[in-house]
């Protein structure tokens, strides 16, 4: 039976940065065996808003490279993304839209469920294509 294994986002951030060159080639091993099926990995939402962020704020990555660097994780062989159709359609419309992935996945997911979004920063979510819950009227 393959082992399953959940990825943290330090474990893509060593991959892609080769920061700690060590740890960047274990990550490296890992994504290697996943392709070739010896070992199926998870992710999920959380860890590649992490990863996003963490560009951002410490390595000071581009919008664009960031937005490539989840699609390339998203695209990784032998790896599954817990919400994989939404956290895609996030990319998309943070690419899109000059919004951050976090909030393109939030207006994503309230889109696939047909749900309003309740926020205090309407323009910045208007921008996204979501129905607004009128805070107001409470």
């Known amino acids: 039976m393959t082992k399953t294994v959940f990825v943290d986002a330090n474990v893509f951030l060593r991959f892609f940065t080769m920061d700690d060159e060590g740890q960047g080639e274990m990550a490296e091993a890992l994504f290697r065996k996943a392709a070739k099926g010896e070992v199926r990995l998870i992710v999920g939402p959380p860890v590649l808003f992490e990863v996003a962020w963490t560009l951002k704020s410490a390595y000071r990555v581009s919008r664009e490279q960031i937005i490539d660097t989840i ?3 998203i695209g990784m062989d032998g790896l599954s993304v817990t919400d994989g159709d939404i956290a895609l359609n996030a990319l998309n ?3 899109s ?5 976090a909030d393109a996945y939030m207006a994503s997911t309230a889109n696939s ?3 309003e979004v309740a926020t205090f920063n309407i323009k910045h979510f208007d921008r996204l294509g979501v129905h607004l819950y009128k805070m107001q009227d409470l």
Request: proline share 0%.
């Open 71 to 73: 699609l390339r994780i």
């Open 93 to 95: 419309l943070a690419a």
């Open 97 to 101: 839209t000059g919004q951050d992935f």
């Open 113 to 115: 469920h047909k749900a």
